[in-house]
């Protein structure tokens, strides 16, 4: 079972949508969570943490159901600028290592 | 914005020549990381590094493989013999604390393994 799972997409929406991504986790222990964007052959850049209280930065919010075991990031009013894949990440259980999932591609167009 | 330098950005190597990734970490984060990216495939863990020695390996970093604090602020990953399945995208991190503080990472270095 795959340590963190995320729907590989693509999602294709215009700009001005809201779109949402989805990722589950299978580590009861684990703590801390994010979501990176990682654009086309760079490094993953951390967008934002993750919280039960659920935390919003501008025109992204994102949500974390321990007893699911379940992350979301929602994407509102989406720009072309957006275009990206977003991996949800947890820890490990431990303290020494961040697992990544394997991403969502979001394309935004015109 | 402090950031992570990694050196070089692309490396071109014969299988079964020795490579040297570098990395500068940021001045007062205390924990680094090396990962890697094959290409199209999701980012995975090789090992973290803590006070001087390594605080957990994956599987993948196998006795080939191994990390080297030998300043203050270098951080290097060494590969000793590539094999052609070793082409990847190799990033540095590091972190101020634990987990919770997340990761910054470096650019990346482009290891083509011919």
């Known amino acids: 079972r795959k340590e963190v799972e995320q729907d590989p997409g693509p999602f294709n929406v215009p700009e001005g949508a809201t779109v949402a991504f989805n990722c589950t986790y299978s580590n009861s222990a684990s703590q801390s969570f994010f979501w990176y964007r990682q654009d086309c052959r760079k490094e993953p850049k951390l967008l934002m943490s993750v919280y039960s209280s659920g935390n919003e930065d501008g025109r992204f919010t994102a949500q974390l159901n321990r007893a699911s075991q379940y992350i979301s990031l929602l994407i509102r009013d989406s720009k072309l600028s957006d275009s990206a894949t977003y991996l949800c990440v947890g820890d490990s259980g431990g303290y020494n290592k961040l697992i990544f999932g394997a991403g969502t591609r979001l394309a935004v167009h015109p | 914005e402090p950031e992570v330098t990694q050196t070089p950005s692309h490396q071109v190597t014969q299988m079964g020549q020795e490579v040297i990734l570098r990395c500068v970490p940021i001045?007062?984060?205390?924990?680094f990381y090396w990962y890697r990216q094959i290409l199209g495939q999701k980012v995975e863990f090789l090992v973290s590094f803590y006070n001087n020695e390594i605080s957990e390996k994956s599987e993948i970093f196998d006795d080939q493989f191994s990390v080297e604090r030998p300043d203050g602020s270098n951080f290097t990953l060494k590969i000793r013999s590539t094999k052609l399945e070793d082409s990847a995208m190799y990033f540095c991190?590091?972190?101020?604390?634990?987990?919770?503080?997340?990761?910054?990472f470096g650019s990346g270095t482009r290891l083509t393994v011919v």
């Open positions: 001045s007062n984060h205390l924990y």
């Open positions: 991190a590091s972190s101020m604390g634990l987990v919770n503080y997340g990761y910054t």
